[in-house]
T-cell receptor, first 110, second 114 residues
């Protein structure tokens, strides 16, 4: 089955700096890669996704890149703000289900 | 749309009691997923349904866990008997048919078994 590894497990940045979270996956059949943000006491919420026919996607301060050859994808957050502090999960999907990474706890210090 | 609805939001029970968690997926979604989240094990997929039929229950930890989806708008996850190690947050999620459709998560049920 699919295996997703996510790094780092914790990340602390200064407000205004950039943050990068990386994930690798094992199953070349995976074709959809969402990123979720989970705030304390809430369920994961989709923030951006990328499909296997696209190399990069951007939405305001958030961008995701995908390298299918190397089987890795990354989340980039620019101009970080304290409200970006949360746990971020990557996932890789093939067939019916998604496999999630272990999460990255991002702390943005004011 | 109201999103995925879960109830109860919090549940405290004693070891040995039966616990039933409920989920209403987003209308029109064909897939429903049950997850468990703990600090130690992260987010684990327990079981998922497609068109009300269980497709993969390999994540269900033991026979004490069971899940049903009697119709397209309702699913239950039952633990009987419950144990302290079942304490976790249980999420339900749903999505439409399609290989690249997004899952939407509910707010979760925080379960504490004493």
């Amino acid at each position: 089955g699919e295996n997703v590894e996510q790094h780092p497990s914790t990340l602390s940045v200064q407000e205004g700096d950039s943050a990068v979270i990386k994930c690798t996956y094992s199953d070349s059949a995976s074709n959809y890669f969402p990123w979720y943000k989970q705030e304390l006491g809430k369920g994961p919420q989709l923030i951006i996704d990328i499909r296997s026919n696209v190399g990069e996607k951007k939405d305001q301060r958030i961008a995701v890149t995908l390298n299918k050859t190397a089987k890795h994808f990354s989340l980039h957050i620019t101009e970080t703000q304290p409200e970006d502090s949360a746990v971020y999960f990557c996932a890789a999907k093939d067939a019916g289900k998604s496999t999630f990474g272990d999460g990255t706890t991002l702390t943005v210090k004011p | 749309d109201a999103g995925v609805i879960q109830s109860p939001r919090h549940e405290v029970t004693e070891m040995g009691q039966e616990v039933t968690l409920r989920c209403k997926p987003i209308s029109g979604h064909d897939y429903l997923f049950w997850y468990r989240q703990t600090m130690m094990r992260g987010l684990e997929l327990l079981i998922y349904f497609n068109n009300n039929v269980p497709i993969d229950d390999s994540g269900m930890p033991e026979d004490r866990f069971s899940a049903k989806m009697p119709n397209a708008s309702f699913s239950t996850l039952k633990i009987q008997p419950s144990e302290p190690r079942d304490s976790a947050v249980y999420f339900c999620a749903s999505r439409r048919q399609g290989s690249q459709e997004t899952q939407y998560f509910g707010p979760g049920t925080r379960l504490l078994v004493l």
